[in-house]
């Protein structure tokens, strides 16, 4: 089981350009996030999916924009990237809604805007 | 806002002693407490899930307290080993018909031998 899959692993970018995050999990799941992880910040919700063709909005949307066209794939969009937006990006998925359910991670995308 | 504090400083200690790692809370009533492990490089594993109903949990050399009064939740390791260096961070979350965890920043966890 390869579990949640992230790709790419690492990417530069430079001011203004646009990239896609995709994360891949084959565990079955209903629900997927995106987090950021900053320095001192902790994982931080970018935008998150309770199912097939459903996103939401978490902690921290501005700038970011997801779609999740199929259950299995949820997909992180920067349509023009910020130095700002300079992070490692952890896709998440889990089964249980009721609170309880344990999330499992991707491996992690290192993104760095120039 | 709510705010998740854990130990900024690393923890060093000897191998065959016992870590306890903290978890406190404010301006937030977490239904249940989740502990998770990320080493380097790594995404977060899942440890240990702690309801607001439960004093204490263990799994084998883990053991987590959860204390709704003093709004804190205590990670300890006992026996710890140079493998379980790594970081712990804690994430609080509440029942409110999705899974909405709080991360702390986490702590970084050092045993030498």
């Known amino acids: 089981n390869a579990g949640v899959t992230q790709t790419p692993k690492f990417r530069v970018l430079k001011t203004g350009q646009s990239m896609t995050l995709l994360c891949a999990q084959d565990?079955?799941?209903?629900?997927m996030y995106w987090y950021r992880q900053d320095p001192g910040m902790g994982l931080r919700l970018i935008h998150y999916s309770v199912g097939e063709g459903t996103t939401a909005k978490g902690e921290v949307p501005d700038g970011y924009n997801v779609s999740r066209l199929k259950k299995q794939n949820f997909l992180l969009g920067l349509e023009s990237a910020a130095p700002s937006q300079t992070s490692v990006y952890f896709c998440a998925s889990s089964y249980s809604a009721g609170g309880t359910g344990e999330l499992f991670f991707g491996e992690g995308s290192r993104l760095t805007v120039l | 806002s709510q705010k998740i504090e854990q130990n900024s400083e690393a923890l060093n200690i000897q191998e065959g002693k016992t870590a306890t790692l903290t978890c406190n809370y404010t301006?937030?009533?977490?239904?249940?407490l989740q502990w998770y492990r990320q080493d380097p490089g790594r995404g977060p594993v899942f440890l240990l899930l702690i309801r607001e109903n439960e004093k204490e949990k263990r799994k084998e050399r883990l053991k987590v307290t959860f204390d709704t009064t003093l709004k804190q939740s205590l990670f300890h390791i006992t026996a710890s080993q140079p493998a379980d260096s790594a970081t712990y961070l804690c994430a609080p979350g509440r029942n409110t018909g999705f899974q909405k965890l709080v991360f702390g920043t986490g702590t970084r966890l050092l045993v030498s031998p």
């Open positions: 301006n937030y009533s977490p239904a249940y």
């Open positions: 565990m079955n799941h209903e629900y």
